[in-house]
């Protein structure tokens, strides 16, 4: 099922995808979200329900949040 992934071969059950990625219909592992991109939610079907980070901002690959830039002085 979309939003779901079933671990290993002969597993009963499928678990929901977790926070910083998606999972598409028969996935055995959740996708992550990319670089830039972030996803706070669970249960997420496609790359597209990823959120572009703000201005200012940044996310590694599988990110639930985004981070704010730290601004350094010279």
């Known amino acids: 099922r979309e939003g779901k992934f079933q671990e290993g071969l002969g597993s009963t059950y499928c678990k929901g995808c977790e926070k910083g990625g998606y999972c598409i219909e028969g996935a055995a592992s959740v996708s ?17 329900e990823c959120q572009n980070t703000n201005l200012g901002h940044y996310s590694i690959p599988g990110s639930s949040e985004e981070v704010t830039l730290a601004l350094t002085q010279p």
Do not use: L
């Open 32 to 48: 992550p979200c990319p670089g830039g991109s972030y996803n706070a939610g669970t249960n997420k079907t496609n790359g597209a």
